[in-house]
């Protein structure tokens, strides 16, 4: 992997399929940088784990995108990748559906009983087959391969495996 300087870079996209490991990688990229993070989880997702309407998460996302410095971090899909091109750089992890599936397995074990840093309190970790099965075969990586398509100027880092993220993280 090519070395690669992320100071200049104060807008960054996290984005993968469910199970790829953003939101720790954000998290993690955050201490890093000093950049704000922000889970698009936590915009779209109340207690209980129902649905914020969609103007208002999507208002919320806007707002953080009119910032100067963030991370944001999140499933991406065609209908939403304006914030692809707000982003100086988008880091996709793109890894593989057996990767991600067992990522979704274990974050299930710690979480079950207990809510993910970026979710409401109310929101436990579910176990859902229907879901492991479409992190399994990738189904969310065709949104997001439509949605990059067109990005433009944003740099583009594709990290396909943990040994690229863990080389991309050495590197800050």
């Known amino acids: 992997m090519p070395k690669l300087l992320i100071q200049p870079y104060k807008r960054i996209s996290v984005i993968g399929i469910s199970g790829s490991g953003k939101s720790t ?5 955050g201490l890093k940088t000093g950049l704000p993070v922000y889970h698009m989880d936590s915009l779209y997702w109340g207690p209980g784990w129902q649905e914020i309407p969609e103007e208002i998460w999507t208002a919320k996302e ?3 995108l009119a910032e100067k ?3 944001l971090e999140g499933y991406l899909d065609e209908k939403h990748s304006d914030r692809l091109s707000k982003a100086e ?4 992890l793109d890894l593989s559906g057996w ?3 067992l990522n979704g397995l274990k974050r299930w074990v710690s979480h079950r009983h207990k809510p993910r840093p970026e979710l409401p309190a109310t929101c436990l970790e579910r176990f859902d087959l229907s879901f492991l099965w479409a992190i399994f075969t990738r189904k969310e990586r065709a ?10 100027p944003t740099k583009l ?6 040994s690229d993220i863990n080389a991309f993280c050495e590197q800050l």
Do not use: T, V
Not at 143 to 152: S, T, Y
């Open 69 to 71: 410095e963030w991370i």
């Open 89 to 92: 750089l988008l880091l996709y």
């Open 143 to 152: 949104e997001i391969e439509r949605a990059i398509k067109h990005i433009g």
């Open 25 to 29: 990688f954000a998290r993690k990229l």
């Open 62 to 64: 806007q707002d953080i």
């Open 99 to 101: 990767r991600c599936a």
């Open 157 to 162: 880092i594709r990290l396909n495996n943990q």
